[in-house]
């Protein structure tokens, strides 16, 4: 009875500290504050309980409130402003780097070894490994790997064809997914996953394991990372992670002793390793050789590995899977984009580099779909240095996280008209020259913009061009008009996939 007394007694005092003291922080600073957070989850808990997707939440707060240009809200017993003014969010990414340089999310190398990557590293580490990394990731280098990609590409080809004898509904999401599975294992890996063919294999299964965090978890890793540390709570599954430390250290370890050299990011990161640079793509001179020789430790490079996959693998599946959805509504648009295609391929002989760079109208259609469906729907930011922002007289202290809106600023119709609409002419150069330069969030902006960007495009159109040449992708009667957005992942995806009918042209 005693010990059940003192239960309720600290809660009702935990209750009172949140509703009088947490939750007021933003009224003394004279923030807006939209609706009255909950305890204990803040203004997060459609997330927290999977009734709604976080970018769907925070586009929700940036569309009713955004003339405000500064929300306050609540994650948990975090204070969290989401920034609803363009030029605002220019200072956060980039004016005022040195105030916001971190995310503020899950990262501990202690415990959990594969978070030690770039997206998420703090700090000089992070700057650190940014000045190693971007050699790995020029254009030079991406071309090195357009060997791989496409070579990929084929399999996903014949896939499609023995899909399209048995007449069945194509689920595009699953597909293209095990196509970008097959392309990562290979690049960052060195290895033939095969899951074009076998669809169930070990490296499939794995990747889908990473991104079965349910929403409580992955908010408690993005806004509240403090409790995964104070528990020492590891956030990648124990088995991923030794899954793909173990891939990676074999394959480190079977190349050395072979002397095996191969054009694809695993090589790069052995570089790091052996040497602590890159060599650039002259092969002549080093990157930052001399400033910056310390050597990757094996776990480092296998967490930029991970990273890399798991990135890399989701949001370009996820792209590739929006883009041929809303071709398939929209047949014209997909006629003239495969018209493009055709005449590029046979311009050059076939799919090259090149010919794919020269696809303009194919790249401003895969810009509207990052547009219309950003895969990382949120950009997190925390102030890393007290600062007052400009314009606004908010104080924000050191410690506060912040939340950029990317999906409400790509559906805001004051900066895109009709944003439901898929209009690729939006990304002719006059039009995007008249808009805001950070109106376009899709890889995020500033020093911590995308590493892999570049790889990120190729990667995608490279499977849309194998598909658009050679097959015609119409809508199927499952599927909904508009899709449904699954509310537990953070990226933002199709619940249930994209059903497709795939015909032979």
Avoid at 64 to 85: M, Q, S
Wanted: charged share 20%; hydrophobic share 40%.
């Amino acid at each position: 009875m005693l010990i059940s007394g003192l239960f309720i007694s600290i809660l009702i005092l935990v209750y009172i500290y949140y509703k009088y003291v947490i939750f007021n922080f933003w009224r003394k600073k004279g923030v807006f504050v939209p609706v009255e957070p909950v305890v204990p989850t803040g203004n997060v808990t459609k997330f927290v309980i999977g009734k709604m997707s976080i970018g769907e939440l925070m586009k929700n707060f940036y569309m009713k409130y955004k003339e405000h240009r500064v929300i306050g809200i609540y994650t948990f017993f975090k204070p969290n402003l989401i920034v609803a003014d363009l030029d605002l969010i220019q200072t956060v990414l980039t004016k005022e780097f040195k105030s916001f340089h971190d995310r503020g999310m899950y990262c501990n190398e202690k415990i959990d070894p594969l978070s030690g990557h770039l997206f998420l590293l703090p700090g000089k580490k992070w700057r650190n490994f940014r000045v190693k990394l971007t050699p790995t990731f020029t254009s030079g280098k991406i071309k090195q790997m357009f060997a791989i990609i496409k070579e990929c590409s084929e399999g996903l080809t014949k896939s499609l064809e023995m899909e399209t004898h048995t007449k069945n509904a194509v689920n595009i999401k699953e597909l293209f997914a095990r196509y970008t599975t097959d392309v990562i294992m290979s690049t960052a890996f060195g290895i033939k996953s095969n899951c074009l063919v076998e669809p169930n294999n070990e490296y499939r299964y794995w990747g889908k394991k990473f991104l079965e965090l349910n929403p409580f978890w992955t908010a408690i890793m993005f806004f509240t990372p403090q409790i995964l540390d104070f528990f020492s709570i590891p956030i990648t599954d124990r088995g991923v992670s030794k899954f793909f430390t173990k891939l990676f250290w074999d394959n480190v370890k079977y190349r050395q002793t072979h002397n095996i050299v191969r054009h694809d990011f695993m090589n790069l990161l052995i570089q790091l390793i052996e040497k602590g640079y890159v060599e650039v793509d002259d092969n002549k001179n080093t990157a930052n050789k001399s400033s910056n020789t310390n050597k990757f430790t094996i776990l480092e490079a296998t967490a930029q590995a991970f990273v890399f996959f798991v990135a890399g693998f989701e949001t370009s599946s996820t792209t590739a899977t929006f883009c041929l959805y809303e071709l398939a509504i929209h047949q014209d648009i997909q006629d003239k984009v495969r018209q493009e295609i055709i005449q590029m391929l046979k311009k050059h002989g076939g799919l090259t580099y090149d010919a794919m760079n020269e696809m303009t109208y194919l790249h401003k259609v895969v810009q509207e779909t990052l547009r219309k469906y950003p895969p990382v729907p949120i950009l997190n930011r925390i102030c890393t240095k007290d600062m007052v922002m400009p314009t606004t007289n908010v104080r924000i202290p050191e410690g506060t996280n912040i939340t950029i809106p990317v999906l409400g600023v790509h559906r805001d119709p004051s900066i895109y008209p009709d944003p439901d609409k898929f209009d690729p002419e939006r990304f002719n150069a006059d039009q995007v020259a008249a808009r805001h330069p950070y109106a376009f969030l899709a890889f995020g902006e500033g020093p911590r913009v995308c590493i892999g960007t570049r790889f990120g495009y190729v990667q995608a159109k490279v499977g849309i061009i194998s598909v658009l040449s050679r097959f015609k992708a119409k809508l199927h009667p499952q599927t909904a008009i508009p899709l449904e957005i699954d509310n537990k992942i953070f990226v933002l995806n199709a619940k249930g996939g994209v059903n497709l009918i795939i015909e032979p042209l």
